[in-house]
C-alpha cells in the first residue's frame, strides 16, 4: 500500500475514527519485557528503576528530557550476534543507528565490526581503538577526503556504489601504493515490507548497482552490477572480495532474504563463469527489525543466524559455488531496545470527546522518527504506579509544529500530571543519531546506566556550544 506523509507530520492533527486505536493494556503499571531493556523494573512502591537505578533520581541528577542507555543490555545483543553467527561470520554494527566513542570501546571488547558511512563515523571508530581493519566504509556519495582517510587508514572494506567511486577509489588506492578490499553493494529488486522512505532494495532509489539491466529479468547478465564487477576486476589497485545486499530496514521475517540470496548468488555464479574467480564474501545487510510495541515480534539473533545460513547455503550449493563468508550489519537490533528516552510532564490538556494532549519536555528534536517514518512507540509514567482509569492520550513535543508527536496513541492513567516522569522505550536506535536544534534546543545527553551507576557518554548541550557556531 502506498504511504505518504503530511509535511507537517503524517496524519497531521487529525482526529482517529473509533476503533483506530487499541483497547487500553489491562495493567498500564506493566512493563513489556520485549519493548523495555532488560533490566528495566518497576519497584513495589511503584518508580521505575534501570540497572538498579532510580529513574526520578537519574532525572534529578541529569535533567530530562534524556537517554538512558542499558550498557548490559547492549553488551548482551552484541554476545548475542557474535555467538549466533559464530567465527566463520562477521557481524558489523552499524554505526549509523547510535555512535560514540563509549559504543564503539564496548564493540571492541565484545568482538564486533564497524561499520562507518562517513568521515565524522570512522574518525570516532579510530579515535575510540576500533582497528581499521575491522571497519567497513559505505555511503553512496564518498567524498574524495573520506575515501582517502578510509584508505590511508586501512580499513578492512569499502563497499562501492557507483561506476565513479569505482574510478575513485582505485585511483586513491594507487596514489597511496595500496590495494584495497572492496565490496560492491548491489539491488536486488527486493523491496522489504517497510515504509517507503527506508526501503533500500528495490531499484528506483540512490542506493547500489542495479543487478538488472535494461528491463531484463533481475538475474541478468548485463546489468550494471555485473558490469561493476568488470570494472573492477580489471584495476590492480583493488581487491573484490564479495557482494553486498540490503534490502530495507525494520523487517520481521526473513523471505525478503531469501529472494535476495537467490539474485547475489546469480551474480556470483555469473562472476566464475565469466572471470573463473569465485567470490570470497557475502553480505546481506541488516535491517532486522525490533519491538517498539507489544505488537511487534522480533526473532532472535539465532534464529536469524541459523536462517540466512541455511539460505545461502541452499543457493550456493544448487549453483556450484563454495560457500562464501556471511556477513550481517545489525544496528537498531543491538542498540534500539537498550535505551530509553526519559521526559517530564509540562502541560496536560483535554479535549473533551477526543483525546488528552501530554506535552513534554522533547519532541521531535530529539525524535524524529514518529513525524518522519509514521514510527509508532508505547510510552509509560515511571515515576510512579496509578490505578486511575485509563486516559486516550497523545504525547507531543514543544516545538513550534503540529506534526511534533512522540506517541500518536498511546493509554496513560487519566491523572497523569505535570511533573510526572513518562519514559519511551526502544528510542536507542536513531533518536540521538537524527536529533536537531529545531527551535534551537539543546540536544540530550546520553547517559550510560551499568553495575548500579550511571555517567554521561554523551553530555548536554548547552547554549555555549549553539551560540559557539554562530560566528556572525
Known amino acids: 500500500m502506498s504511504r505518504s506523509a503530511h509535511p507537517a507530520g503524517p496524519r497531521h492533527a487529525d482526529v482517529l475514527p473509533e476503533g483506530h486505536y487499541s483497547a487500553p493494556p489491562a495493567d498500564l503499571n506493566h512493563l513489556e519485557p520485549g519493548v523495555w531493556s532488560r533490566t528495566v523494573a518497576r519497584t513495589p512502591e511503584g518508580a521505575v528503576t534501570v540497572g538498579g537505578l532510580d529513574v526520578r533520581e537519574l532525572a534529578e541528577e541529569f535533567g530530562t528530557p534524556a537517554y538512558l542507555l542499558d550498557e548490559a543490555d547492549f553488551r548482551a545483543r552484541c554476545r548475542a550476534w557474535r555467538d549466533a553467527f559464530g567465527a566463520d561470520a562477521d557481524v558489523f554494527y552499524a554505526g549509523k543507528a547510535f555512535l560514540c566513542r563509549a559504543v564503539v570501546r564496548w564493540l571492541n571488547e565484545e568482538g564486533l565490526n564497524l561499520d562507518v558511512c562517513s568521515l565524522g563515523e570512522l574518525t570516532t571508530a579510530l579515535a575510540a581503538g576500533m582497528p581499521a581493519e575491522r571497519i567497513a566504509m559505505h555511503g553512496n556519495n564518498k567524498s574524495t577526503e573520506e575515501i582517502r582517510r578510509a584508505v590511508e587508514e586501512g580499513v578492512g572494506r569499502i563497499v562501492l556504489d557507483s561506476f565513479q567511486e569505482i574510478a575513485r577509489v582505485a585511483h586513491t588506492a594507487r596514489e597511496l601504493g595500496k590495494r584495497q578490499r572492496v565490496q560492491i553493494r548491489v539491488t536486488v529488486g527486493v523491496e522489504a515490507h517497510t515504509h517507503e522512505f527506508i526501503a533500500t532494495a528495490h531499484e528506483d532509489q540512490k542506493f547500489g548497482l542495479a543487478l538488472a539491466g535494461g528491463g531484463s529479468r533481475p538475474?541478468?547478465?548485463?546489468?550494471?552490477?555485473?558490469?561493476?564487477?568488470?570494472?573492477?576486476?580489471?584495476?590492480?589497485?583493488?581487491?573484490?572480495?564479495?557482494?553486498?545486499?540490503?534490502?530495507?530496514?525494520?523487517?520481521?521475517?526473513?523471505?525478503?532474504?531469501?529472494?535476495?540470496?537467490?539474485?547475489?548468488v546469480g551474480l556470483l555464479r555469473q562472476v566464475r563463469d565469466e572471470h573463473g574467480v569465485e567470490l570470497p564474501e557475502i553480505d546481506l545487510g541488516g535491517g532486522l527489525g525490533i519491538a517498539y510495541t507489544a505488537d511487534d515480534d522480533p526473532r532472535e539473533p539465532h534464529e536469524i543466524a541459523k536462517a540466512l545460513r541455511d539460505i545461502v547455503t541452499r543457493e550456493c550449493e544448487s549453483a556450484g559455488l563454495t560457500v562464501p563468508r556471511l556477513s550481517v550489519e545489525p544496528g537498531r537490533a543491538i542498540v534500539g531496545p537498550t535505551a530509553f528516552t526519559l521526559y517530564e510532564v509540562g502541560t496536560v490538556k483535554p479535549l473533551e470527546g477526543l483525546r488528552t494532549y501530554v506535552s513534554v519536555d522533547g519532541g521531535m528534536s530529539d525524535n524524529i522518527r514518529t513525524a518522519l517514518y509514521d514510527a509508532e512507540y508505547t510510552v509509560a509514567l515511571v515515576s510512579r504506579a496509578s490505578t486511575a482509569e485509563p486516559m486516550l492520550t497523545r504525547v507531543v513535543g514543544k516545538h513550534c509544529e503540529s506534526g511534533d508527536i512522540v506517541v500518536r496513541d498511546a493509554f496513560l492513567p487519566a491523572d497523569v500530571a505535570p511533573g510526572d516522569l513518562l519514559a519511551v522505550p526502544a528510542t536507542g536506535a536513531y533518536c540521538r543519531s537524527m536529533a536537531s536544534n529545531y527551535n534551537h534546543a539543546l540536544r540530550p545527553p546520553v547517559v550510560t546506566v551499568g553495575d548500579g551507576a550511571a555517567r554521561v557518554i554523551l553530555r548536554r548541550e548547552t547554549e555555549d556550544d549553539l551560540l559557539r557556531l554562530d560566528v556572525g
Do not use: Y
Not at 220 to 231: K, N
Not at 236 to 262: C, N, P, R, Y
Open 219 to 264: 538475474d541478468a547478465a548485463g546489468g550494471p552490477a555485473a558490469e561493476a564487477v568488470r570494472r573492477v576486476l580489471q584495476l590492480d589497485s583493488l581487491e573484490l572480495v564479495g557482494i553486498h545486499s540490503h534490502i530495507g530496514s525494520q523487517i520481521f521475517d526473513t523471505s525478503g532474504f531469501e529472494v535476495a540470496a537467490h539474485r547475489v
